[in-house]
C-alpha cells in the first residue's frame, strides 16, 4: 500500500535539534493517530510520540520535555521536533499512520547523534 514518507534526519552533535517531517497518505480527519517510532541498533522499535485525530499526545518518557509532537492538516504532515539530542536518541525513526484497516509505515529516516 501507499506509505508515509519521512525526511529531516542526520548527523547532529550532542546537545542538538533536529526536526523530522512525515507527509501522510491519507486525510488526517481519517487517521485515527500518528506517531514516531524508532529502532536502535540490537534493540527492539519502541514508541516515541503519537498523536490521535482529536488531539491527544502520548510521549515515551525517555523524550519527554526534549521532543514535541505536532501536525499542519492542510500539508497532510506529522512533525518531531528534537532537542537536546543525546546519543542514546541515535535510532531509525519511522512515521505511522494508524487506521481502522491497519497500521502503515514509512520507510525511516536515520539519525545519529555524536558525542
Known amino acids: 500500500q501507499v506509505q508515509p514518507v519521512e525526511s529531516g534526519g542526520g548527523l547532529v552533535q550532542f546537545g542538538g535539534s533536529l526536526r523530522l517531517s512525515c507527509v501522510v497518505r491519507?486525510?488526517?480527519?481519517?487517521?485515527?493517530?500518528m506517531g514516531w517510532y524508532r529502532q536502535a541498533p540490537g534493540r527492539s522499535r519502541e514508541l516515541v510520540a503519537t498523536?490521535?485525530?482529536?488531539?491527544?499526545?502520548i510521549y515515551a518518557d525517555s523524550v519527554k520535555g526534549r521532543f514535541t509532537i505536532s501536525r499542519d492538516s492542510a500539508k497532510n504532515t506529522v512533525y518531531l521536533q528534537m532537542n537536546s539530542l543525546k546519543p542514546e536518541d541515535t535510532a531509525v525513526y519511522y512515521c505511522?499512520?494508524?487506521?481502522?484497516?491497519?497500521?502503515?509505515w514509512g520507510q525511516g529516516t536515520q539519525v545519529t547523534v555524536s558525542s
Open positions: 491519507r486525510n488526517i480527519a481519517s487517521i485515527s493517530n
Open positions: 498523536i490521535t485525530r482529536g488531539g491527544s499526545i
Open positions: 505511522k499512520e494508524g487506521t481502522i484497516w491497519g497500521d502503515y
